[in-house]
């Protein structure tokens, strides 16, 4: 696992290998969100990492809060534990996310938006965090 950390209390971590604890966390951060069908949320992560995808992660104390996946760089499936949401925890993750962009060799970051409901609800966030709109989601450029 690759570190690092901020002068915010969550620090950004790539996952490689997510430990039994870390995939309890996952379990916990993706319960309610809409994915795929697949037996287990294992077999998604191992569906996204041989995707060539990367797990990024926000742990505070220990625990993973927040998660989201690197597809080059295009965010997906950005989400929080349902407990810590409305505290900032995203937007740290992005924070740091931005803020190490050149450490993890990104020249830029890009989301699309998934459906219709996500655009009202997201684009404080991302206009906050210096994204651009674009006409199929946001991008940030250093």
């Given at each position: 696992m690759s570190e690092f950390h901020s002068a915010m209390p969550?620090?950004?971590?790539?996952?490689?290998?997510?430990?039994?604890?870390?995939?309890?966390?996952?379990?916990?951060?993706?319960?309610?969100?809409?994915?795929?069908?697949?037996a287990t949320l294992t077999d998604w992560l191992f569906d996204q990492r041989n995707a060539g995808k990367t797990l990024i992660a926000g742990r505070f104390?220990?625990?993973?809060?927040?998660?989201?996946?690197?597809?080059?760089?295009?965010?997906?499936?950005?989400?929080?534990?349902?407990?810590?949401?409305?505290r900032g925890t995203a937007r740290q993750l992005l924070q740091l996310l931005q803020s190490h962009a050149a450490l993890l060799r990104l020249s830029s970051l890009q989301v699309v938006d998934r459906t219709p409901q996500e655009r009202p609800l997201l684009a404080p966030l991302w206009q906050q965090l210096g994204f651009t709109r674009t006409a199929t989601g946001w991008l940030w450029q250093p």
């Open positions: 969550v620090i950004l971590e790539v996952i490689n290998q997510p430990d039994a604890a870390d995939l309890a966390d996952l379990e916990k951060i993706y319960a309610d969100y809409p994915l795929p069908p697949v104390n220990g625990t993973l809060l927040a998660a989201l996946w690197l597809n080059n760089e295009h965010i997906e499936h950005l989400c929080v534990r349902a407990v810590t949401r409305r």
